[in-house]
């Protein structure tokens, strides 16, 4: 091998891996600070159909939160510009294991040992769920295209999680499972981060690509996220029709899916925006952080840096102009 060559944090060509170190370092947080055992008293009030969204909601999640941890960004580094690109993405990998771990703290908390291997049975067995996992996991296995592996992950991070998010945030809105939901705030704080840097990077590759290159690319990416949302159609009635909110939940999906759009600089399908969503779920799908007695409860704004909601703009700063 050539000499190996240490990494210099004086000297970074792409200063977006330097700023999204600095704040995902900055939103740095663990399950274990959070008192899930406070929504004991909630919990006792949901019959058993919201119970049961509620812990196989998380079960779901567990298991896209282990693929991205274990297979996405290992995939990712493989084609990764710069050393410090490297760092941001060991840091993700951390931070994805953090949040699958956070849903065993949540299980652990609220349901029964017989319950928890219940939820881990289906998860691990459940039609749609595991196809929308093999479909992301064999693209992260191809290296014959890395912005596949990029575009798939984008979807992942942006648009297939919020399926699973739509539960905590409604319970969070309608005065429940406060210190659940301060768990989901705090991963879509770091989604919303992941997404919007794996999608920068997705756009310093395509935009070297020739027109024709451009837009094979485009067309396969249009298919292949119709192709996850049926699939996510199918996956929402599985978890909400016993609840009566899969139409609220898909209008959300979209909106989602068209967030993950904009994140690789393309143009949104689904004709679904902010509008259309619930607003109790939208007012807490924002990523600011909340107000806690630092004793008696630790929230997302516990030793770190204050978070504005995300915007449309915001997912223009990434990638000026200029550079297009």
Known sequence: MDNYKAINWNAVSDQ????????????????TRIPLSNDLAD????????????????????????????DGMAA????????????????IQFMESVHAKSYSSIFSTLNTPDEISEIFDWSDSEEFLQNKAKKIYDLYHDDSNPLKKKISSVFLETFLFYSGFYTPLWYLGHNKLPNVA????????????????????????????????????KDWMYNFLYDLYENEEKYTHI???????TDDVLKFIRYNANKALMNLGQDPLFPDNAEDV????????????????????VGNGYRLGEVEAMKDDDYKIWYPKDNK
Do not use: C
């Open 16 to 31: 977006i891996d330097k700023a999204t170190w600095e704040k995902l370092t900055e939103q740095f947080w663990l399950d």
């Open 43 to 70: 919990w006792r009030t949901l019959d058993d159909d919201h119970k049961w969204l509620v812990g196989h909601v998380f079960g779901g999640l567990t298991l896209l939160d282990t693929l991205q941890s274990q």
């Open 76 to 91: 990712l580094r493989k084609d990764v510009a710069t050393q410090h690109e490297t760092a941001v993405l060991n840091n």
């Open 182 to 217: 301060e768990i989901i705030k705090l991963i879509l704080r770091d989604e919303s981060v992941h997404g919007t840097y794996i999608g920068y990077k997705f756009q310093l590759g395509f935009n070297q690509l020739g027109e024709n290159e451009q837009q094979d690319l």
């Open 239 to 245: 978890l909400y029709d016993q609840v009566g909110w």
């Open 278 to 297: 619930d607003p109790i779920v939208m007012n807490g799908i924002s990523t600011s952080t909340a107000n806690h007695d630092f004793f008696s409860q």
